[in-house]
């Protein structure tokens, strides 16, 4: 019974000290409204100038069959 009122006054405790800290003034969310869509930047790199790369078949490293 100890343990049930310890771990009840232990969640209201935690929730009391969690509603009221404040926020974190570090989150700058107007610094983030200038920047384009991920598929606008996606979309303006040259894919052209990527180099070729060879690829190893590694079908039987990864198989599916356990």
Known sequence: MKLLFA???FT???FAAATTVPPSPSMNYAATAGMGSLHDLHHTIDTNNLPNEDLEDMSLV?????
């Open 7 to 9: 771990s009840i006054f």
């Open 12 to 14: 209201a405790a935690l």
């Open 62 to 66: 990864y198989s599916n069959n356990h």
